[in-house]
């Protein structure tokens, strides 16, 4: 289980043992060691600080700093979670974000999850002995022509034919992954203006533990060191050193990752980030207010161990004890008209409340806001969905996302802190920028309509804000979706399947981020030994009309094969998909079915109990009791 994972990873202090001996394409500089401190793949950050393997940069030695950079990376962001929030689900609910990365001639497709905290990008590859059944087929490096096998040096571990590089990864939650190098082209994606690139990357041969369990394919690692795909695309000086994530809010995920500078916007707001303090991400966090009020705590409680730790692959975020004591019993002192519950796993004391109602927008009028105040001033303020997610089997009910950290010392922040929050990794001027934005709507500022990517611009940085002002939350009239039909195949027969239809709604409900009363089962067919079924999806509430950003979600899990279903209603294939329009019928219209059948039924019931009353009533009047010398009417005698 995900929680399990983030807390047990947590208490262990991140120490962990990595074994990593790899090598750059590029080559090292001559007697540097070349270890990787790995991330977590999913939760957890490993802190295990060498000055030896630092690849803090100063100022006056970055390269590239007059070099204009015309084109970047911008992909789509995937979520299998966050929106249902409770991480002790099974791992069919897993808690981390995915984008497409493309290798080989011709490109091979990989899901891999993006993890600043990770320095090595990987993918199962065919040759793979111990590899778990992950999301897309292993990588064949026969089948692509511009594939190169890292050779053996003496700045890498070899195999045991001393002819390739291999690399090592061991996670504090003990999975593991283990391979070789190679070098391949690398893509992005059609929506992307970078061109293909060559980089090495990790080529698996064996994987245990969670990454053997995960739906993703493998890691896409962000973090700083020689073997990060960030630091191979800065060193060929086809990217500025920078990237961005946008991860999306509890209603609707998805989000966006761009690898390159950006313009940022005008009110983001900065923290300095210490390439030295940590080999990881961090940011100068020097208070905490709730409600408008500081926690009664020394600002150094933030500075303690590795400092505080910024991390898209963490899930939530962990406080030393100090600070989680003030911040717990600050956010409970403002919610004493909220009912405490148990938390949805009974293995963790979880902080939670029921009756908050399930409209995510109205959080902030019952929850108190969250101001982060760094150290140059400047703060981040946190609405709700930035430190709660949804209780799985309470509706209406919230649970507290952030833990202690054990009796570590460190302050660890998850992807939650960050729901529609831009984060830029600004690498070249040593800061970490953050702009509250709804991210599940910032790809259609970058492609609107699924139009092409701009042409490149000539100025240094990528401009994709025209203004901080939020983006509208519809598509135009033309572009308006008023129902969304899909259909089909499962690997099933009828009859077995016939009495899990209700589940099945559930279950496609839950894989699509929405509720289950938008999933309708419109006809469902035995074909044989499959079965095909044809759903409708409709907007929630009283709206008419999806959102764009809740239509482009929807869709895009549709046609990216994001639906997962447990092994238990066999494979299942998507046989087509379309949109309609908002249905223009008046209420009448949309309702006469309703009411006429309504009407019919009032007159059948009507009529029922008039006839019953009428047979009673006769029956009433012949069997009633007369005297024998009542008198009768007279009767014609009928002849003998």
């Known amino acids: 289980m995900d929680r399990a994972r983030d807390r047990a990873s947590a208490a262990v202090s991140f120490f962990l043992f990595v074994l990593s001996i790899s090598v750059d394409a590029a080559g090292p500089a001559p007697g540097t060691p070349l270890h990787s401190l790995a991330g977590s793949p999913h939760l957890v950050l490993p802190l295990v600080l060498s000055r030896a393997n630092s690849t803090r940069r100063s100022p006056g030695s970055r390269r590239f700093l007059s070099r204009q950079f015309s084109a970047n990376a911008r992909m789509r962001l995937y ?15 897993s808690s981390y974000y995915t984008t497409r990365l493309f290798i080989g001639s011709p490109p ?34 026969d089948l692509s022509s511009t594939y190169e096998p890292v050779k053996c040096n003496v700045a890498c571990t070899c195999d045991q034919d001393q002819k390739q ?23 992005f994606g059609t929506e992307s203006e970078l061109k293909p690139q060559r980089a090495t990357f990790g080529c698996e041969n064996s994987e245990t533990g969670d990454l053997f369990s995960q739906h993703a394919d493998g890691i896409i690692g962000l973090g700083r060191g020689p073997l990060s795909l960030m630091d191979q695309l800065v060193e060929k000086g086809v990217i500025g050193d920078s990237f961005s994530l946008c991860y999306g809010g509890m209603d609707i ?85 909220l009912k405490q519950i148990p938390g949805p796993d009974p293995n963790y004391k979880d902080i939670c409340f029921s009756g908050a109602g399930s409209d995510v927008s109205q959080l902030s009028n019952i929850f108190p806001k969250v101001d982060m105040v760094f150290g140059n001033g400047e703060k981040l ?26 009796r570590d010392q460190t302050t660890l922040l998850g992807g939650i802190v960050v729901r529609n929050t831009l984060v830029t990794y600004d690498r070249q ?104 079924l044809r759903w409708e999806i409709f907007p929630n509430g009283s709206s008419n009309y999806f959102s764009s950003s809740a239509a482009t979600n929807i869709i895009s899990r549709l046609t990216e094969h994001q639906v997962h279903l447990p092994e238990n209603f066999g494979s299942y294939q998507l046989v087509g998909w379309n949109v309609e329009p908002p249905s223009r019928r008046t209420w009448w219209g949309k309702h006469a079915v309703a009411v006429i059948a309504g009407i019919s039924l009032v007159i059948l019931l009507s009529f029922s109990t008039f006839f019953v009353w009428h047979f009673w009533r006769q029956r009433k009047g012949f069997n009633a009791y007369r005297s024998v010398d009542a008198p009768v009417p007279e009767q014609e005698l009928q002849p003998l």
Not at 165 to 187: F, H, K, N, P, W
């Open 79 to 93: 979520d299998d979670l966050l929106t249902n929030g409770c991480a002790s689900l099974p791992s069919v609910l």
């Open 108 to 141: 091979q497709k990989f899901a891999l999850i993006v993890d600043s905290g990770s320095t090595v990008t990987y993918v199962p590859c065919s040759t793979c002995e111990q590899c778990g059944n992950h999301q897309d087929p292993r990588f064949q490096p």
């Open 165 to 187: 590089c291999t690399y090592e990864r061991q996670y504090a939650e003990m999975s593991s992954s283990t391979g070789v190098l190679g070098e391949d082209l690398i893509s």
């Open 253 to 337: 995920g998805g989000g966006t990752m761009v690898l390159g500078e950006i313009t940022p916007p005008t009110d983001m707001v900065f923290s300095r980030s210490d390439p030295v303090r940590s080999a990881y991400y961090n940011i100068e966090l020097k208070g905490i207010y709730v409600d408008g009020r500081p926690l009664q705590i020394d600002s150094r409680v933030f500075d303690g161990r590795h400092g505080t730790v910024l991390d898209s692959g963490t899930t939530y975020a962990y406080l030393p004890e100090e600070a989680f004591i003030a911040f717990q019993d600050a956010i409970l002192s403002k919610l004493q008209s």
């Open 381 to 406: 303020t946190l609405s709700p969905e930035n430190y709660l997610f949804r209780h799985s089997k309470v509706s209406g009910g919230y649970c507290l996302g952030v833990f202690q950290n054990g």
């Open 429 to 532: 001027n040593e800061r970490i920028g953050f702009w509250k934005t709804n991210c599940s709507e910032l790809w259609e500022r970058l492609h609107v309509g699924g139009a092409p990517s701009p042409a490149p611009s000539q100025s240094t940085n990528s401009t994709i804000f025209d203004s901080p002002a939020p983006s509208p939350s519809v598509l135009p009239d033309q572009f308006k979706i008023g129902l969304i039909a899909f259909e089909m195949s499962l690997n099933i027969t009828y009859a077995d399947l016939l009495p899990h239809t209700m589940e099945l709604a559930v279950l496609i409900a839950n894989e699509l981020g929405i509720d289950t009363n938008q999933v309708h089962l419109v006809n469902i067919m035995s074909e044989g030994n499959t079965t095909r």
